[in-house]
């Protein structure tokens, strides 16, 4: 365990833990995270999951804006609510999934010296998804999450990154404390005013 992986773990947690509690504080210590990962990423010839946190460090910028400024479901303050996909929104988004894990696990396989081209393909394609969901505000973006910490800790266990393994797990327990929170504030946002107020 690397100084850098030690304090990618923890800015992670912090990170997640936020997202969870829907508290701003998640966009920059998820944007310390995600620079850190670049470089242990690297060197561990996970090349798909380094150019994740690249594109992260955008997702992360782009999530703090639109949380902080709302899109069209905007709560009495302004900032953005927890909304819902359609069944058919949720099925499209597993199939542009399915087709990216198999198109960048081939040229990953195909093109570079990748360790796990598929799996690692698998938790970038997947990531992707649920950021850009998680920066919408969008409730199964944490099912996307228990997906890929699901795979997640199997590729790191695999590669010996223990530390960073071990924080997926915790990721995991995490992501469905996440998804259950957010059920319960869509559920309390739909319901009528004059319901919430009794």
């Known amino acids: 365990m690397s100084p850098i992986e030690i304090a990618a773990t923890i800015t992670g947690l912090a990170s997640v833990w936020f997202s969870t509690r829907q508290n701003i504080w998640c966009w920059p210590t998820g944007l310390v995270m995600v620079t850190l990962y670049i470089f242990i990423f690297y060197d ?9 946190q690249i594109v992260y460090i955008f997702m992360q910028i782009y999530g703090w804006y639109y949380w902080l400024n709302g899109g069209r479901d905007k709560d009495d303050g302004g900032k953005a609510k927890v909304t819902r996909l359609s069944t058919a929104q949720f099925g499209a988004a597993w199939a542009v999934g399915a087709v990216g894990v198999a198109g960048l696990g081939f040229a990953m396989s195909t ?4 360790s796990l081209p598929y799996w690692d393909a698998a938790t970038t394609v997947l990531s992707l998804i649920a950021q850009w969901f998680l920066g919408k505000k969008i409730l199964e973006s944490w099912v996307f999450w228990i997906v890929v910490d699901v795979i997640a800790i199997g590729v790191y266990l695999t590669k010996g990154l223990y530390l960073t393994s071990g924080l997926y797990l915790v990721f995991l327990g995490l992501a469905i404390a996440g998804l259950l929170e957010w059920m319960k504030t869509h559920r309390e946002n739909q319901r009528p005013l004059s319901a919430q107020g009794a």
């Not at 010839?45 to 994740?52: E, H, I, R, V």
């Not at 093109?111 to 990748?114: E, N, S």
């Open 44 to 52: 561990a010839k996970l090349y798909s999951d380094m150019g994740l």
């Open 111 to 114: 093109y570079t010296d990748a």
